[in-house]
């Protein structure tokens, strides 16, 4: 049963058709987060807007782009999510927010207030606060990789944790029929098609018998999103007691992943020791070597000891990362949602995000617009976008599509 709390919530932050998503967005978690902290301080239950009037309930409330006319618009949603829930429910999608007991707690604990407010799950929701190792890689790998990832899910099995992952083909599928094959327990965080993937014949038999449960922040109907499954990869590793990276590319999501998991500290985080370029030089920024062929125990993997390490300095003359690696830590200050990074330790993202700070004003500009002040290509523009909209370091808007900051986030570069 879907508590009045949940479908509040669902109303201020969740997509649910296209036909009534058109002109109106949801909160951010930057944005629901601002509200809430209002709400709480005027003792007032997000679940009150189900049956109070707005008007009376935001006397007070001022925010640029928490506009009261933009609260009213979500909530005048309340018909679409009421077709919504009747179709998840018939397709066995359960839901809780933040504040449920079933929430996973890890979650809560390390990303506290990033955690995502409302998640969808399909399974046994009682899987959700058990022990669990991370496993995650590229999607294109041989069939000897894919054997090996199998054995490695089966070995966790066996010594009593649960696997994590992201449910694609490739490293994730195959970690966890590892451990599903031998009647482990698995959590599959997916950043798309939820009911699709949990009709598959690789997974429904799992589901069935309680063995498995698919979660996601987004819409069960969602489809692939750039940005979500760049949010996915932070609640594998935070759902995690240590992550195992099988096969890495020096980009793309498995990179990335594991890279922001070693600035966070989430968890301890291991990779296969091979000849993947992606793996040295993960192993190269911090990352624990683990031998496949060596006898070790899971419990080891948990207990390591987790290392600060720097990011290698892109500014360097030889922009190789295996010969940039700093031999400091890198100092990063942090003031409320202000971000400040020494020049010298600052990464082209970074001073990509700071230049957008001086172009972007109270006016929102286009892709073009961007481009043009800041002479880049369109790919490395397109991938920045991406990344940026992501951290919520800025907002993107459709129809034109346009970019504005997100004020409450911010990146200092200092001397």
């Given at each position: 049963?879907?508590s009045?709390r949940?479908?509040s919530?669902?109303l201020?932050?969740s ?9 109106i ?7 629901w987060n ?9 003792s ?5 807007f ?5 008007a ?5 409330w001022?925010?640029k782009?928490i506009?009261?006319?933009?609260i009213?618009?979500l909530?005048e949603r ?10 998840w429910?018939k ?5 809780i ?10 979650l809560?604990?390390?990303?506290k ?5 409302i ?7 009682d ?13 294109k790998?041989?069939?000897n ?14 010594e ?23 009647n482990?327990?698995c959590?599959?965080?997916v950043?798309?098609?939820?009911i ?6 690789t ?5 069935i018998?309680k ?21 996915r990869?932070?609640l ?11 096969k890495?590319d020096?980009k793309?999501?498995?990179?990335e992943?594991a ?8 968890v ?7 000849k993947?370029v ?7 920024l911090?990352a624990n070597?683990?031998?496949p062929e060596?006898?070790y125990k ?23 990362l ?6 400091e830590?890198?100092v990063?200050?942090k003031e409320g ?10 990464t ?14 109270d006016k929102?500009l ?5 481009k ?5 290509t369109n ?10 909209c992501?951290k ?5 808007n ?11 986030k911010?990146?200092?570069?200092t001397?």
């Amino acid at each position: 049963m879907i508590s009045e709390r949940t479908k509040s919530i669902l109303l201020f932050t969740s997509y649910f058709a296209k036909s009534s998503d058109k002109s109106i967005k949801p909160l951010t978690n930057t944005e629901w987060n601002r509200l809430v902290r209002w709400l709480q301080s005027k003792s007032i239950s997000p679940e009150d807007f189900l049956s109070q009037d707005n008007a009376s309930l935001l006397l007070g409330w001022q925010d640029k782009t928490i506009t009261s006319e933009r609260i009213d618009s979500l909530l005048e949603r309340k018909s679409a999510l009421a077709i919504a829930l009747d179709k998840w429910t018939k397709a066995g999608i359960w839901i809780i927010n933040r504040g449920d007991k079933q929430y996973p707690r890890r979650l809560k604990e390390r990303l506290k207030d990033n955690a995502p407010p409302i998640l969808f799950g399909i399974g046994n929701a009682d899987l959700l606060n058990k022990q669990y190792i991370g496993i995650v890689g590229a999607r294109k790998t041989t069939d000897n990789e894919l054997f090996e990832t199998k054995k490695i899910g089966k070995k966790i099995t066996s010594e009593n944790f649960g696997i994590v992952s992201g449910g694609a083909k490739g490293v994730d599928e195959s970690a966890m029929l590892g451990a599903l094959e031998a009647n482990g327990n698995c959590i599959g965080f997916v950043s798309d098609s939820l009911i699709r993937k949990s009709t598959t014949s690789t997974f429904r038999k799992y589901i069935i018998n309680k063995r498995l449960v698919l979660l996601s922040p987004f819409n069960p109907e969602a489809s692939f999103n750039v940005g979500n499954a760049m949010t996915r990869n932070k609640l594998i590793y935070t759902q995690s007691e240590a992550t195992i990276v099988v096969k890495s590319d020096t980009k793309g999501g498995t990179w990335e992943g594991a890279k922001e998991n070693l600035k966070k500290q989430w968890v301890p985080l291991w990779v296969i020791y091979n000849k993947e370029v992606g793996n040295n030089e993960l192993i190269k920024l911090g990352a624990n070597k683990l031998l496949p062929e060596n006898e070790y125990k899971i419990e080891e993997l948990v207990k390591v000891k987790i290392i600060q390490v720097s990011e290698p300095n892109l500014f360097s003359s030889n922009n190789s990362l295996a010969n940039n690696i700093a031999q400091e830590k890198k100092v990063i200050k942090k003031e409320g949602d202000i971000i400040e990074v020494k020049l010298n330790d600052a990464t082209l993202f970074d001073y990509f995000i700071f230049k957008l700070y001086s172009i972007i004003t109270d006016k929102p500009l286009t892709k073009k617009d961007i481009k043009d002040k800041l002479s880049i290509t369109n790919s490395q523009l397109d991938e920045w976008l991406k990344m940026a909209c992501a951290k919520e370091f800025i907002i993107k808007n459709n129809r034109p599509v346009t970019f504005i900051l997100n004020k409450e986030k911010k990146i200092r570069i200092t001397s």
